[in-house]
C-alpha cells in the first residue's frame, strides 16, 4: 500500500482497489448498512463538520478543497518524460519554443477543476537542469557579474586598486593616524602637529581640500583615530592621558577622565595616569571602546559614562611586572581583546569573561624593548599579523599560536603607528616601509597569505609611509605619510565612490560681488539728521581715513629726544627722573659733567656757606696748618745731601 499525503481532511486514493458493490450482487444485506471503508467514515464526519459549522456561522466550508497527489506516481512519470527527452535531439538553446514544460497531471484532474484551483507543493519539472545550463550560457542578470567574482580570477596584483591615485595634502609634518568611516563618505587624518582634518568626498572638488581641521587635544600630537561602527562619532587619541571622542563634525562629545598619578595600583584609579598609546572602538557594541596607556593598563570605556573606566586590563612581564601595552585591537566578532606589549608579547583575553588571566599569550612574539606597532586580525578571524618596530612583520595562525606562519623581514620603521592589515577577500597582507638613508621613496608593500611571497610594492612618496587602511566597501587604499601627504589609490572600474566623485569636479572660484551704488539725492537746505553725505571715491575716503589716527588706530609715535624708552621724556636718570617730578624750576640738563655742575657752585659755597659750614660753626676748632718755612724735617720727606 503505497503512503498517502492529505490536505486537510480530504483523502483521495489515486490507487483505489475496486471492489464488488454489494448492493447489486446477491440478496443485499440485512438491517443496515456496514461502513467499511475509511473514506465513507471521514465523508460522514466531514458532512457533520459542515452542518455544525453552517449552523453557527452560517457557511459552509473554508474555500475549495485541497487535492491530493501520488508523489511517487507523479516522480515515475517525470523519470519516464526526462527519458524519452533524452533520447530525442536536443534543442538548440536560442529557440525557447524549442523547450516543452511536461506537467503530470492527477488522474481526476481532467474531469474535476481546471489546473489554475490546484492547491498543493509545486510540481517537479524535468528540464530544470537544462534550464539551468542555459542560463549559464546566455549569462543574463548573472549573479557573477554583480558580486564581482571575476576578480577572483585575476592574480593578485591586478586585485590591488592602484591604477589612479589622489593626493591630499594634510600639513607638513608625519600623518600617524588615518580613519575612514564604515560608509565611505568621510576621512579623518591625525598628525603629530597636533591637527585633525576633516574630508568629506561628496563635499568637495578636485582641489581636494578638507572641510574642517582643528586641535581637539591642544598641544598634544595625534596616536590614533577611528570610527564607531556606527559613523556617528570618532575616537580620538592623544599623547595626553584623556581619550576624546568627537561627533561627526568634529564636535566635543565627551571626554575621558583622568586617573591619579599618585596612587600605585591603577585598577584604583578611575583613568590613564600617562600618555595614551592606541584606542579603537568594540565592533559590535556602539557605545564602548578601549584605550591604552603607557600606565601599563588597558582600558574599556562606555560613552555613558566617561567619569570611569568600565574595565581594567593589566599585562605582565614574564616574572610578574607590568609592562606597556603599544598597540591594542577587538576581533572581529568582538568577543577577543588583544594587545601587543613593549616586552615583545602579544596578550589576548576573552571579553566575555574577566580579565584576569589571559585567554591567548604569546611571549616573545617579537623583540623585546621594541614596540609592537600595530596588530590586525583577518575577516575570517582564523590569522593575525602583527608589526613591530624590529624591522619584521608576522603572520600567525590563531589555531596554532606558538609559532608565526611567515616572518617577513628587511621592513624598517621609525614610527609607533607603523600599520599592517589584511586585503579584504584576506588573499593579502600589507604594510608600509620607513625611508632608510639610502633609499628615496618610500614603499607600501604586499604580500601574499597563502605562499608568502611579495605580490608587488607601490612607491607612495619620497617619505616614510606610516599608515595605511585598505576599505572593503570601496575598495580603496589610503595611505599616510611622513611628508604630510594623505594619498588615495582607487581602481577606476572596481572601485566605488570615495574619491571618484570629487575627483571629476572642478575647483571655480568664489566670483566677486559687485557693489551697485545707489542713486544719489542732493538736498542742500536739509536738516543735518537727514543731510547725505556727499559721495567720494574710495581712494580719496581712504586716504582722508588714514590721517585720522582714530580711524587708522595709529600707534604712539616713538620719542625723538633722550635714550632709555618713554623715561626720557622725564630724564635718563632717576635723579633727573626725581628732580623733574619734584616740581623744581630750574632743568637739569642730562647731557652736562656732574663735576663741573658740582665745581660750578664752590666759590659761592666757600663764600656763603649754607649747608656744612654753618651747622659746625660752633664747635669747629681753629685749624692749624703746618708752614714749610719753620724748616721742620718731615719723616716721610727722604733727606739729601747737601
Not at 197 to 225: H, K, V
Not at 227 to 249: F, N, P
Not at 516 to 542: D, G, N, Y
Not at 604 to 619: G, I, L, Q, S
Amino acid at each position: 500500500m503505497s503512503k498517502k499525503i492529505s490536505f486537510g481532511k480530504i483523502t483521495l486514493n489515486f490507487q483505489k482497489e475496486t471492489k464488488d458493490d454489494p448492493s447489486i450482487s446477491g440478496f443485499g444485506t440485512f438491517g443496515r448498512t456496514p461502513i467499511q471503508e475509511q473514506k465513507e467514515i471521514e465523508t460522514i464526519a466531514e458532512d457533520l463538520e459542515n452542518q455544525h459549522v453552517h449552523k453557527v456561522m452560517g457557511i459552509k466550508n473554508f474555500g475549495k478543497k485541497a487535492k491530493q497527489f501520488d508523489v511517487e506516481e507523479m516522480v515515475e512519470r517525470a523519470r519516464k518524460t526526462a527519458q524519452e527527452n533524452a533520447l530525442q535531439k536536443p534543442a538548440p538553446p536560442d529557440d525557447i519554443n524549442a523547450v516543452s514544460v511536461i506537467r503530470p497531471v492527477p488522474k481526476e484532474s481532467t474531469h474535476s477543476e481546471s489546473d489554475d484551483e490546484l492547491i498543493g507543493p509545486p510540481i517537479p519539472t524535468s528540464l530544470t537542469s537544462k534550464k539551468t545550463s542555459e542560463d549559464k550560457k546566455s549569462g543574463d542578470d548573472s549573479y557573477g557579474e554583480l558580486s564581482g567574482s571575476d576578480d577572483e580570477d585575476l592574480p593578485l596584483d591586478k586585485q590591488i586598486p592602484y591604477t589612479h591615485e589622489v593626493e591630499m595634502l594634510h600639513g607638513c609634518k608625519a600623518v600617524v593616524a588615518l580613519a575612514v568611516d564604515p560608509s565611505g563618505a568621510r576621512l579623518a587624518t591625525g598628525s603629530i602637529d597636533y591637527d585633525v582634518s576633516f574630508w568629506d568626498f561628496a563635499g568637495m572638488d578636485s582641489s581636494m581640500r578638507s572641510f574642517r581641521t582643528l586641535q581637539p587635544c591642544e598641544n598634544y600630537p595625534i596616536r590614533a583615530l577611528q570610527y564607531s561602527a556606527t559613523g556617528d562619532s570618532i575616537l580620538v587619541v592623544s599623547g595626553s592621558a584623556q581619550a576624546k571622542v568627537l561627533d561627526r563634525d568634529g564636535f566635543e562629545v565627551l571626554e575621558c577622565v583622568k586617573g591619579d598619578q599618585y596612587i600605585n595600583d591603577m585598577a584604583k584609579t578611575k583613568g590613564h595616569t600617562a600618555a595614551l598609546n592606541s584606542g579603537c572602538w568594540h565592533p559590535q557594541i556602539r557605545e564602548e571602546f578601549m584605550t591604552c596607556s603607557q600606565d601599563g593598563t588597558l582600558r574599556l570605556w562606555l560613552t555613558d559614562n566617561p567619569k570611569q573606566h568600565k574595565s581594567v586590563i593589566k599585562p605582565r612581564q614574564q616574572g610578574g611586572l607590568k609592562t606597556n601595552p603599544t598597540s591594542c585591537i577587538f576581533s572581529r566578532d568582538g568577543n577577543v581583546v588583544a594587545c601587543g606589549c613593549y616586552d615583545g608579547s602579544i596578550q589576548m583575553w576573552d571579553h566575555r569573561k574577566n580579565f584576569v588571566n589571559t585567554s591567548t599569550l604569546l611571549r616573545d612574539a617579537h623583540q623585546k624593548q621594541s614596540e609592537i606597532t600595530s596588530i590586525s586580525f583577518s575577516y575570517l578571524g582564523n590569522h593575525l599579523s602583527s608589526r613591530g618596530n624590529d624591522d619584521t612583520l608576522k603572520l600567525w595562525d590563531l589555531r596554532a599560536f606558538k609559532k608565526p606562519l611567515h616572518v617577513f623581514g628587511g621592513l624598517f620603521s621609525r614610527y609607533e603607528q607603523t600599520d599592517c592589515g589584511f586585503s579584504p577577500d584576506d588573499a593579502m597582507i600589507f604594510t608600509g616601509e620607513s625611508l632608510q638613508r639610502n633609499q628615496d621613496t618610500g614603499r607600501l608593500l604586499f604580500y601574499n597569505v597563502k605562499t608568502f611571497e611579495k605580490v608587488t610594492q607601490m612607491d607612495v612618496t619620497k617619505s616614510h609611509v606610516i599608515k595605511a587602511v585598505w576599505h572593503a566597501k570601496l575598495n580603496q587604499i589610503f595611505v599616510g605619510c611622513g611628508n604630510g601627504v594623505v594619498k588615495c589609490y582607487y581602481d577606476n572600474k572596481r572601485s566605488l565612490r570615495g574619491a571618484k566623485l570629487c575627483i571629476v569636479k572642478t575647483h571655480r572660484k568664489k566670483q566677486s560681488v559687485e557693489i551697485v551704488s545707489s542713486q544719489q539725492i542732493i538736498t542742500p537746505h536739509a536738516l543735518p539728521l537727514f543731510k547725505q553725505e556727499k559721495l567720494r571715491t574710495s581712494k580719496k575716503k581712504m586716504e582722508k581715513d588714514r590721517l585720522d589716527p582714530v580711524k587708522s588706530q595709529r600707534p604712539d609715535l616713538p620719542i625723538t629726544s633722550g635714550q632709555g624708552g618713554r623715561v626720557a621724556a622725564s630724564g635718563s636718570t632717576l635723579s633727573s627722573f626725581v628732580i623733574r617730578n619734584l616740581g623744581l624750576s630750574k632743568r637739569v640738563d642730562d647731557d652736562q659733567d656732574p663735576r663741573e655742575a658740582i665745581l660750578k657752585y664752590a666759590k659761592e659755597a666757600e663764600e656763603n656757606p649754607f649747608w656744612v659750614a654753618p651747622a659746625y660753626k660752633k664747635t669747629q676748632p681753629m685749624p692749624i696748618f703746618t708752614n714749610d718755612e719753620d724748616g721742620a724735617s718731615d719723616a716721610k720727606k727722604p733727606k739729601t745731601e747737601k
